[in-house]
């Protein structure tokens, strides 16, 4: 998008307002300062439509996390309330997502056990531990330690998680029963074998509402744009398809009496009416067991909301605060358990379509969450008869998007190490699930990348004849000395590395025999830590032992302040530490 | 020591004397080319000093493992000669070794529940599993994991686990029983709460023993010099101290019937003989369960073995192959499974004892197991008499030379991160025991350097005025240009610190309103892995969303090369990749 001239304004300083000072942990507050009529409307416009889209999708992620209907709705209530008063991002939209309803799916079968009261009770263990472990980090800024998860692995865990759920939806779409905890493989070989037990008036539902959501997605823009229809308006009206699939679902249902005649699931009795304080499940056993669930919920979480939310913001040229962030989703994630719903998070096209629709502060928050409030209130009578199998097929359209198997082969021509990361982490969540498929993508990442580093680039270098330039004697006529050898490094010295450097540097010095001289070349080396230290004080007196002197040169200005104290450095003495390599080279050979 | 003139001659370049080819495999083959009578009686008396040191430590480091004395003793035989053959060090001393001692007593004592004979099988069995692990990372090259070692945990771990062995040995120089699997605290406790229930006798030879051997190395050098003894001959004779306090204590012993007049725990018989061929541990149950045990014994006794190689042989300008070395190593562990021996390694005195003996190649090694062999074979008779106090005394004054609080200091003045994992291993091996304290140092190692190199340094550079260079505009006097941001990252990219690179640039972009041109200055970029990469991309277009153009400028060649097929490239196109950050200036303000 154009960068216009309004977007300047958008983004106060608040010194330069000292109105009245705004609470710095309220961002909202600061928003409201420049507050006027044209934003209101934009807010009020945006905010609806994303109420038009969350409202099904609220229902079906509630479907897919196997909770009642209602705790999706609450879920899109109180939760985006909190994270619009405390979130430094203006057009995240917050509320139940796809991948952590999947995530409460798994970890509830086994703690739940069947029984309906303790799996909606776990259901807010979940979400009161996910806001407890984002609001710590966001306290201790903590908050780099999610960065633990690379591009590749999250990549990967979405497209795994998204055809991990398309395989949960199958039963739901066709009828066919499976048994809860069912991972991929076994779900795809149940609904095989019973194929013949399809329910056809459920199947109908599901497949139908399938290829009509599909096609709106694909081509509605298209057609409305065929027939003379602007093309943001015909953006706004395809977004209505699956309210109005719904809609229509329910009028087809209730008028043939699909439940009645033909068997087809449906939603039930929705309890109408606002959430309210529930603070029963404080009393609930197993929390210690959900532990671990609700950190990958709220690790998974946070890292898809920080991304969607950065990417918005910097459109528009406004700053994120990661550990604010990290706060005001745990906050989120507290009022979610307090408020009888599931695990939130940022959704990636909900925030799209929050932020393509104009929405220019969190008050577009609040008018979608007062539209699924004010739905709450009147209209979940209506949704006793919805077919279940049309939900799956909110879901099943939902996450096809998900998949992402360009990325894959992008990653792996890009990067082999980052592809079998990538690749692991998909593979690992269809053979093993949810959880442990990112646990083996998160170790493989951090293995490749302790092993990309442990063979730093260490080039023998030169000077290019008439210059003071010096290169890898290897890719460069350059001129050499015998008694000297110049070696560079082109990566920080740390542990995983140590033994490596040690290994290379003392096979070029044992490959010389006329040696009297080593210069170590750290431009490249931003720091040294203690294991390092303790190789290259090791290097230098088996270099002195054979009578050998070590130098070091363009040493970096805050590795040669840590250097200042120690052995190494006492041993080598000021004039053996060099500004460059070219007065180096003039001390120990002449100058040219 | 000094470079001698021979020394380059022990070094012999294989294809310079293609008389007969030597495998690859077989270095011992290679130094045997250039053998000689010199090198032969150089190796003679080396491998007979080291015999004397290693037939008391032999004994000693059975009993620290649990085990009866004769397996101590095997391990001293084969082993150090299949090394021989196939290591790369010229002077390793390979054989049981403290800290792999005191592990396997902890892997045991839950595994043999008090059985004496599951016990030795269990030996057998983690010397077979160490054997595999080191030879399987030697066949697939993956030497490099040894490398998540840092050199601080390993120096907290080896000051943790001498301690911990002294504390395991209080118990057998006073002759309170404590109990087999107790930890630290434990040990510690039992021996202040039961001190009156010493034995004298025992504690008499124990005390004794301590004094005489702490004497022996502290002073006994100086003391014979000052006699008229040459230092190098003092040396040696003052390394007989154990052997000879070994033979005293037994005849003191003997003659006193200490055993059976005040109950002095005693080696009691030790069978003669040569090791046997024994397969039967094969048969044994509990491999899985005695794995994690091997792999960390697998994993220290490398570590160790592979830094005194390393050392010793650049003092003499020779290689070490680390892959081999860890074939030899696990070629050694197979054998000593076999052979009915304990895990092994190569022990840090014993080798250094070698080398300042004047070892010149593995005969010595050979020498040395030959004259092991010689007293398994005609001395163990003598050893029934010898107090255990005695051998618990060696093992404290062995070990006391490994805790070293001097460089704990050193660490953490030098890196707080460093020194916190150190402080970290050691409290964790004495507070958790051997296996966990390791494991907890190695992680919390890991965490810290994520963390460290999650913050890389950015800087926002200008010109100095009138030259080329470039420095932070923090730090120097520089010419700016509003219109421009010249940033220089000065840390590989990969996924650990991409997403607060990311929040930089972006921050430093927002806070700039008449920007119109970044210049990334990518110098100190070795690498930029799959979630740097895709970070950049999505930086690019929204740069590119606001009207401001990315360009980059001094990408390292390799970089270059793997940008090439990139959307990130083709989205900047040739012109805004700039060779230095001059020329991207010049090109962007007008040459000055």
């Known amino acids: 998008m154009d960068r ?20 710095r942990l309220l961002p909202l507050c600061a928003e409201l300062r420049q507050y006027d009529r044209t934003t209101l409307l934009q807010d009020l416009l945006a905010g609806t439509i994303t109420a038009i889209l969350l409202v099904p999708q609220a229902l079906a992620y509630a479907l897919l996390a196997g909770l009642p209907a209602e705790v999706g709705l609450y879920a899109s209530i109180i939760p985006p309330i909190v994270y619009a008063l405390f979130g430094t991002s203006r057009t995240l939209a917050v509320g139940p997502v796809a991948v952590a309803a999947v995530m409460v799916a798994t970890a509830l079968s086994p703690y739940a056990g069947g029984d309906p009261g303790a799996y909606v009770t776990g259901a807010l263990i979940l979400a009161a531990l996910t806001g407890v472990i984002l609001l710590g980090l966001g306290l201790l800024r903590l908050g780099w330690l999610t960065a633990f998860i690379s591009h590749p692995v999250l990549s990967g865990f979405t497209t795994g998680a998204a055809i991990f759920i398309i395989g949960t939806q199958l039963a739901a779409l066709t009828g066919i029963p499976l048994p809860r905890d069912a991972d991929f ?45 602007a093309p943001q308006k015909g953006a706004i009206l395809s977004r209505m398809a699956p309210l109005v699939l719904v809609a229509i679902a329910i009028a087809v249902a209730t008028q043939t009496a699909a439940a009645q005649r033909w068997g087809v699931a449906t939603v039930g009795t929705v309890p109408g009416g606002l959430p309210r304080l529930q603070l029963d499940f404080l009393q609930a056993k ?20 920080i991304s969607v939310a950065k990417a918005l913001a910097f459109r528009r040229r406004e700053k994120i605060d990661p550990d604010q962030e990290l706060r005001a989703l745990g906050l989120a994630n507290v009022a979610a358990a307090c408020a009888g719903a599931m695990p939130v998070a940022g959704g990636f096209s909900r925030s799209m379509v929050n932020f393509d629709a104009g929405a220019r502060t969190q008050i577009a928050a609040i008018v979608t969450a007062s539209w699924v409030a004010l739905a709450t ?12 199998a049309v939900l799956a097929a909110i879901i099943v359209v939902a996450v096809w998007q998900l998949v992402d198997f ?31 498929g990112l646990t083996i993508g998160v170790a493989l990442a951090l293995v490749l990348f302790l092993y990309r580093t442990s ?74 830590d203690a294991s390092a ?19 070091l040169a363009e040493v ?3 590795v040669l302040d840590r250097l200042r104290d120690s052995a190494l450095s006492a041993g080598l003495g000021a004039d053996r530490i060099h500004i460059s390599t070219q007065l180096a080279v003039n001390r120990l050979v002449g100058a040219t």
């Open 286 to 305: 197993g929390w210690l067991d959900l532990l671990p669930a609700a950190a990958l919920i709220a690790l998974i979480g946070y890292v898809e909301s």
């Open 4 to 23: 216009t001239p309004g977007t300047t304004a958008d983004h106060p300083a608040p010194a330069a307002h000292p109105r009245r000072k705004c609470p």
């Open 455 to 528: 063979r730093p680039h260490i080039a023998v270098v030169g000077r290019i004849p008439g210059t003071e330039h010096f290169r890898n004697i290897h890719r460069h006529l350059v001129e050499t000395w015998p008694r000297l050898l110049l070696v560079r490094i082109d990566e920080n010295l740390y542990f995983a590395n140590t033994p490596r450097v040690e290994s290379e540097l003392q096979n070029l010095v044992v490959d010389r025999d006329q040696l009297t001289d080593v210069v170590l070349i750290l431009s490249g080396v931003a720091y040294i």
């Open 185 to 229: 493989a076994q779900s795809i070989a149940v609904l095989i074998a019973h194929l013949a037990a399809a329910n056809p008036a459920t199947s109908a539902f599901g497949l139908t509402a399938v290829v009509v959501l599909a096609l709106a997605r694909g081509h509605l823009p298209r057609a409305l744009s065929a027939l003379g229809i």
């Open 533 to 551: 230290l303790e190789m290259l004080e090791n290097f230098a007196s088996g270099l002195a032992a054979a009578g050998i002197r070590l130098h």
């Open 406 to 436: 360009a990325n894959l082969r992008h990653t792996w021509t890009y990067d082999r190490g980052d592809g079998a990361a990538q690749a692991a982490t998909l593979v690992g969540v269809l053979a093993f699930g949810i959880e442990r």
């Open 377 to 388: 209130l009147a209209f979940t009578g209506l949704l006793a008869d919805l077919p279940k």
């Open 556 to 558: 970096k200005g805050p």
